[in-house]
Protein backbone atom coordinates (compact mmCIF):
# COMPACT_ATOMS: atom_id res chain seq x y z
CA UNK A 1 0.00 0.00 0.00
CA UNK A 2 1.26 2.98 -0.54
CA UNK A 3 2.21 6.06 1.24
CA UNK A 4 -0.62 8.10 -0.12
CA UNK A 5 -3.60 6.04 0.17
CA UNK A 6 -2.76 5.66 3.76
CA UNK A 7 -2.81 9.21 4.21
CA UNK A 8 -6.36 9.49 2.64
CA UNK A 9 -7.47 6.33 5.12
CA UNK A 10 -6.55 8.40 7.86
CA UNK A 11 -8.00 11.64 7.27
CA UNK A 12 -11.31 9.95 5.98
CA UNK A 13 -11.19 7.44 9.68
CA UNK A 14 -10.43 11.04 11.09
CA UNK A 15 -13.09 13.30 9.07
CA UNK A 16 -15.40 10.44 10.42
CA UNK A 17 -14.59 11.00 13.76
CA UNK A 18 -14.64 14.55 13.61
CA UNK A 19 -18.13 14.60 12.17
CA UNK A 20 -19.27 12.03 14.59
CA UNK A 21 -18.43 14.09 17.39
CA UNK A 22 -19.98 17.36 15.81
CA UNK A 23 -23.52 15.29 15.44
CA UNK A 24 -23.01 14.35 19.09
CA UNK A 25 -22.46 17.36 20.64
CA UNK A 26 -25.12 18.80 18.29
CA UNK A 27 -27.81 16.20 19.55
CA UNK A 28 -26.58 17.29 22.77
CA UNK A 29 -26.83 20.75 22.28
CA UNK A 30 -30.33 20.30 21.74
CA UNK A 31 -31.32 18.07 25.01
CA UNK A 32 -29.56 21.22 27.02
CA UNK A 33 -31.37 23.90 25.26
CA UNK A 34 -34.57 22.83 24.13
CA UNK A 35 -36.00 20.81 26.83
CA UNK A 36 -35.73 23.88 29.56
CA UNK A 37 -38.00 25.70 27.83
CA UNK A 38 -41.29 23.67 27.37
CA UNK A 39 -40.42 22.18 30.49
CA UNK A 40 -40.07 25.61 33.04
CA UNK A 41 -43.58 26.51 30.71
CA UNK A 42 -45.32 23.45 31.48
CA UNK A 43 -44.70 24.01 35.68
CA UNK A 44 -45.70 27.99 35.02
CA UNK A 45 -48.53 27.03 33.32
CA UNK A 46 -48.78 24.08 36.27
CA UNK A 47 -49.15 26.58 39.70
CA UNK A 48 -48.93 30.04 38.03
CA UNK A 49 -46.69 31.24 40.83
CA UNK A 50 -43.77 30.92 38.88
CA UNK A 51 -41.57 34.55 38.16
CA UNK A 52 -42.69 36.03 35.24
CA UNK A 53 -41.06 37.91 32.21
CA UNK A 54 -41.70 42.05 32.67
CA UNK A 55 -43.99 41.10 29.99
CA UNK A 56 -46.04 38.90 32.22
CA UNK A 57 -45.83 42.00 34.71
CA UNK A 58 -48.11 43.70 31.91
CA UNK A 59 -50.83 40.59 31.53
CA UNK A 60 -51.13 41.01 35.66
CA UNK A 61 -51.64 44.49 35.33
CA UNK A 62 -53.94 43.85 32.26
CA UNK A 63 -55.38 41.09 34.35
CA UNK A 64 -56.01 43.42 37.35
CA UNK A 65 -57.89 46.11 35.05
CA UNK A 66 -60.16 43.48 33.86
CA UNK A 67 -61.43 42.81 37.18
CA UNK A 68 -61.85 46.21 37.91
CA UNK A 69 -64.06 46.26 34.84
CA UNK A 70 -66.04 43.49 36.59
CA UNK A 71 -66.29 45.92 39.42
CA UNK A 72 -67.72 48.09 36.98
CA UNK A 73 -70.63 45.96 35.62
CA UNK A 74 -71.59 45.67 39.32
CA UNK A 75 -72.61 49.51 38.93
CA UNK A 76 -75.34 49.00 37.31
CA UNK A 77 -76.87 48.41 40.44
CA UNK A 78 -76.58 52.36 40.57
CA UNK A 79 -80.05 52.06 39.00
CA UNK A 80 -81.41 51.28 42.01
CA UNK A 81 -81.00 55.21 42.70
CA UNK A 82 -84.04 55.23 40.56
CA UNK A 83 -85.90 54.60 43.88
CA UNK A 84 -84.42 58.09 45.05
CA UNK A 85 -87.07 59.65 42.78
CA UNK A 86 -89.54 58.06 45.64
CA UNK A 87 -87.91 61.43 46.93
CA UNK A 88 -91.12 63.52 45.21
CA UNK A 89 -93.05 62.37 47.93
CA UNK A 90 -92.08 65.75 49.45
CA UNK A 91 -94.45 66.41 47.30
CA UNK A 92 -96.39 65.33 50.51
CA UNK A 93 -95.04 68.44 52.10
CA UNK A 94 -98.06 70.23 50.41
CA UNK A 95 -100.24 68.11 52.51
CA UNK A 96 -98.45 69.65 55.68
CA UNK A 97 -99.41 73.16 54.69
CA UNK A 98 -103.30 72.02 55.89
CA UNK A 99 -101.92 70.43 58.67
CA UNK A 100 -100.10 73.37 59.82
CA UNK A 101 -103.30 75.19 59.33
CA UNK A 102 -101.72 77.38 56.01
CA UNK A 103 -104.21 75.61 53.54
CA UNK A 104 -107.46 77.17 52.46
CA UNK A 105 -109.51 74.45 51.23
CA UNK A 106 -113.24 73.09 52.66
CA UNK A 107 -110.91 71.24 55.32
CA UNK A 108 -110.64 74.70 57.24
CA UNK A 109 -114.07 76.07 56.11
CA UNK A 110 -112.64 79.06 55.16
CA UNK A 111 -114.74 81.54 52.54
CA UNK A 112 -111.57 81.74 50.00
CA UNK A 113 -109.83 84.48 52.49
CA UNK A 114 -108.43 82.45 54.57
CA UNK A 115 -110.47 83.58 56.86
CA UNK A 116 -113.05 80.66 58.99
CA UNK A 117 -116.50 81.53 57.11
CA UNK A 118 -119.28 82.13 59.70
CA UNK A 119 -121.81 79.26 60.92
CA UNK A 120 -125.61 78.79 60.23
CA UNK A 121 -127.36 81.14 62.70
CA UNK A 122 -130.03 79.78 65.09
CA UNK A 123 -132.66 80.62 66.86
CA UNK A 124 -130.55 81.57 69.80
CA UNK A 125 -128.41 83.85 67.89
CA UNK A 126 -131.17 85.71 66.70
CA UNK A 127 -134.36 87.51 67.88
CA UNK A 128 -137.18 88.21 64.96
CA UNK A 129 -139.64 90.92 65.32
CA UNK A 130 -142.68 91.77 63.28
CA UNK A 131 -144.19 95.09 62.33
CA UNK A 132 -146.81 96.12 59.96
CA UNK A 133 -145.31 98.14 56.74
CA UNK A 134 -146.39 101.75 56.31
CA UNK A 135 -146.14 100.67 52.35
CA UNK A 136 -146.80 98.57 50.24
CA UNK A 137 -150.43 97.72 52.20
CA UNK A 138 -150.76 94.25 53.73
CA UNK A 139 -147.18 93.51 54.36
CA UNK A 140 -145.09 92.61 57.12
CA UNK A 141 -141.81 93.32 57.87
CA UNK A 142 -139.34 91.55 59.37
CA UNK A 143 -136.46 92.26 61.06
CA UNK A 144 -133.51 89.69 62.41
CA UNK A 145 -130.79 91.18 64.89
CA UNK A 146 -127.88 88.65 65.69
CA UNK A 147 -127.73 88.81 69.42
CA UNK A 148 -124.90 86.25 69.56
CA UNK A 149 -120.63 87.07 69.85
CA UNK A 150 -120.08 85.56 66.68
CA UNK A 151 -120.96 86.48 62.95
CA UNK A 152 -123.53 84.14 61.66
CA UNK A 153 -125.31 83.30 58.02
CA UNK A 154 -129.23 83.20 58.11
CA UNK A 155 -130.99 80.93 55.95
CA UNK A 156 -132.31 81.98 52.69
CA UNK A 157 -135.53 82.99 53.74
CA UNK A 158 -137.79 82.87 56.62
CA UNK A 159 -139.97 79.65 56.13
CA UNK A 160 -142.79 81.32 58.15
CA UNK A 161 -145.40 79.44 59.72
CA UNK A 162 -148.69 81.62 60.57
CA UNK A 163 -151.31 79.56 63.38
CA UNK A 164 -151.31 76.24 62.14
CA UNK A 165 -150.16 76.30 59.24
CA UNK A 166 -148.18 73.44 57.72
CA UNK A 167 -146.84 74.70 54.27
CA UNK A 168 -144.26 77.01 54.02
CA UNK A 169 -145.14 80.02 51.86
CA UNK A 170 -143.77 80.58 48.27
CA UNK A 171 -141.02 82.68 48.11
CA UNK A 172 -140.39 85.96 45.89
CA UNK A 173 -137.25 84.40 43.21
CA UNK A 174 -137.00 88.00 42.33
CA UNK A 175 -135.87 88.57 45.40
CA UNK A 176 -133.23 86.27 45.43
CA UNK A 177 -129.44 87.94 46.39
CA UNK A 178 -126.46 86.96 45.42
CA UNK A 179 -125.43 85.56 48.62
CA UNK A 180 -126.80 84.60 52.00
CA UNK A 181 -126.96 87.26 54.03
CA UNK A 182 -124.74 87.47 57.21
CA UNK A 183 -124.88 89.27 60.29
CA UNK A 184 -122.07 90.61 62.47
CA UNK A 185 -123.18 90.74 65.89
CA UNK A 186 -125.51 93.72 66.24
CA UNK A 187 -126.54 93.66 63.00
CA UNK A 188 -129.90 93.08 61.15
CA UNK A 189 -131.30 90.98 58.29
CA UNK A 190 -134.60 92.25 56.99
CA UNK A 191 -137.60 90.14 55.02
CA UNK A 192 -140.89 91.16 53.53
CA UNK A 193 -143.88 88.94 53.65
CA UNK A 194 -146.92 89.59 51.74
CA UNK A 195 -149.96 88.66 53.88
CA UNK A 196 -152.76 88.61 51.35
CA UNK A 197 -154.08 90.26 47.98
CA UNK A 198 -154.96 93.89 48.08
CA UNK A 199 -158.30 93.39 46.10
CA UNK A 200 -159.59 90.49 47.85
CA UNK A 201 -158.60 87.92 45.09
CA UNK A 202 -156.74 85.69 47.44
CA UNK A 203 -158.74 82.65 48.96
CA UNK A 204 -158.39 80.62 52.31
CA UNK A 205 -158.13 83.95 54.62
CA UNK A 206 -157.68 83.80 58.31
CA UNK A 207 -156.63 85.58 61.17
CA UNK A 208 -154.00 84.29 63.42
CA UNK A 209 -151.29 85.77 66.39
CA UNK A 210 -148.52 83.59 65.98
CA UNK A 211 -145.90 82.75 63.68
CA UNK A 212 -143.14 80.41 63.89
CA UNK A 213 -139.70 80.78 62.30
CA UNK A 214 -137.56 77.18 62.15
CA UNK A 215 -133.98 77.31 61.39
CA UNK A 216 -131.61 74.56 59.85
CA UNK A 217 -130.52 73.06 63.00
CA UNK A 218 -133.87 72.76 63.98
CA UNK A 219 -134.48 75.85 66.47
CA UNK A 220 -137.54 77.26 66.34
CA UNK A 221 -137.98 81.36 66.57
CA UNK A 222 -141.61 82.46 68.02
CA UNK A 223 -142.32 85.98 67.08
CA UNK A 224 -145.00 88.29 68.20
CA UNK A 225 -147.29 89.68 65.85
CA UNK A 226 -148.37 93.05 65.92
CA UNK A 227 -151.73 93.51 68.03
CA UNK A 228 -154.37 92.24 67.15
CA UNK A 229 -152.69 89.69 64.98
CA UNK A 230 -152.71 89.76 60.95
CA UNK A 231 -154.66 88.11 57.98
CA UNK A 232 -153.60 86.10 55.97
CA UNK A 233 -154.65 84.01 52.49
CA UNK A 234 -153.32 82.22 49.55
CA UNK A 235 -151.72 85.37 48.13
CA UNK A 236 -148.99 84.36 51.19
CA UNK A 237 -145.60 85.43 49.67
CA UNK A 238 -141.79 85.79 51.56
CA UNK A 239 -138.91 87.46 50.30
CA UNK A 240 -135.17 86.02 50.76
CA UNK A 241 -133.55 87.69 53.77
CA UNK A 242 -131.99 91.21 52.71
CA UNK A 243 -129.36 93.42 53.94
CA UNK A 244 -131.54 96.45 54.24
CA UNK A 245 -135.46 97.17 54.57
CA UNK A 246 -136.40 99.08 51.37
CA UNK A 247 -135.01 96.11 49.41
CA UNK A 248 -137.37 94.02 51.54
CA UNK A 249 -140.03 95.84 50.70
CA UNK A 250 -139.81 96.15 47.13
CA UNK A 251 -141.58 92.99 46.34
Known amino acids: MSARRITRTR ?4 TTVALAALSLTA ?3 DELTGSPAPESSASASADGNSARPAGGAKEDAGDTGS ?6 AGSTGSSGSAGSTGST ?5 AGNDKASGSGTGADNASDGSGSEAPGACSAADVRITAANAPRPINHLLLTATNTGSKTCALPPYPAARFGEAQAVPPVAESSKPQSLTTLA ?3 SGYAGVRLSSGDGSGGNGYETTALTIPFE ?3 IARVKLPSGGVYVDTALTVTYWQTSASNALEY
Open 217 to 219: DGS
Open 185 to 187: PGE
Open 27 to 29: CEG
Open 11 to 14: LFAA
Open 89 to 93: GSAGS
Open 67 to 72: AGSTGS
